[in-house]
């Protein structure tokens, strides 16, 4: 199976910044499109930033200049950083995967577990 892990959210003041990563395992043949999600409990999921194989990347206009999303193709590992950090960033944050798996030629979409991001004084 495929496993997407990720880790770096917390409590930060309005202004400061966090990094958010996201390490895939498992059998994996290869890692298409990633990106990162946003989702207030109760509310509309909304895409945050995507990055494909090539690098080209897209973000949400609420975070354009202050928020960047990069990949280590080595690591296996999707990348947020997200900087001058506002209150209404706060939320669970949940990267995502497009999977070739070792053994199947079909591609999945695999979700991780989500990691809580607070913007407060």
């Known amino acids: 199976q495929v496993q997407l892990v990720e880790s770096g959210g917390g409590l930060v003041q309005p202004g400061g910044s966090l990094r958010l990563s996201c390490a895939a395992s498992?059998?994996?043949?290869?890692?298409?499109?990633m990106g990162w999600y946003r989702q207030t409990p109760g509310k509309q999921r909304e895409l945050v930033a995507v990055?494909?194989?090539?690098?080209?990347?897209n973000y949400t206009e609420s975070v354009k200049g202050r928020f960047t999303i990069s990949r280590d193709n080595a690591k296996n590992t999707v990348y947020l950083q997200m900087n001058s950090l506002k209150p209404e960033d706060t939320d669970v944050y949940y990267c995502?995967?497009?999977?070739?798996?070792?053994?199947?030629?079909?591609?999945?979409?695999?979700w991780g577990q989500g990691t809580q991001v607070t913007v407060s004084a």
């Open positions: 498992g059998s994996i043949h290869s890692i298409y499109d």
């Open positions: 990055i494909t194989t090539g690098g080209s990347t």
């Open positions: 995502n995967a497009a999977v070739r798996g070792l053994w199947w030629t079909s591609v999945a979409v695999y």
